[in-house]
């Protein structure tokens, strides 16, 4: 399955995005899916993940401002994003996650290729 993110822009300091990752391919729904961000200069780190069965995590930072989501039917994941913060400011990306609920979010894998993400900017 390919993922692309798209959805990003620039937002004032507590405002709100709403990401979206369109697949495409008919096995979306086998996939656990994750949410990635890359800030300038540092490294890409795991946001969020959902599971096939919309079972969910996410990184201490972001817990209780973003939402992860996915609709089978229309084979796409959302990363709702509220509260927004300038170092929230990064590249997004989705892709293909594997691992086990009870591991840490950083131990799931990323197992897809890498899009072109999505630039979201947080102005404060």
């Known amino acids: 399955v390919q993922l692309q993110a798209f959805g990003g822009g620039l937002v004032q300091a507590g405002g709100s995005l709403k990401l979206s990752c369109a697949a495409s391919?008919?096995?979306?729904?086998?996939?656990?899916i994750g949410w990635y961000r890359q800030a300038p200069g540092k490294q890409r780190d795991v946001v969020a993940i959902i599971s096939s069965s919309k079972n969910t995590k996410y990184l201490d930072s972001v817990k209780g401002r973003f939402t992860i989501s996915r609709d089978n039917a229309k084979n796409t994941a959302y990363l709702k994003m509220n509260s927004l913060k300038p170092e929230d400011t990064a590249v997004y990306y989705c892709?293909?996650?594997?691992?086990?609920?009870?591991?840490?979010?950083?131990?799931?894998?990323?197992?897809?290729?890498w899009g072109q993400g999505t630039l979201v900017t947080v102005s404060s």
């Open positions: 391919g008919s096995t979306f729904t086998e996939f656990a």
């Open positions: 892709n293909t996650v594997r691992g086990t609920y009870w591991q840490k979010l950083t131990d799931w894998e990323a197992t897809g290729s």
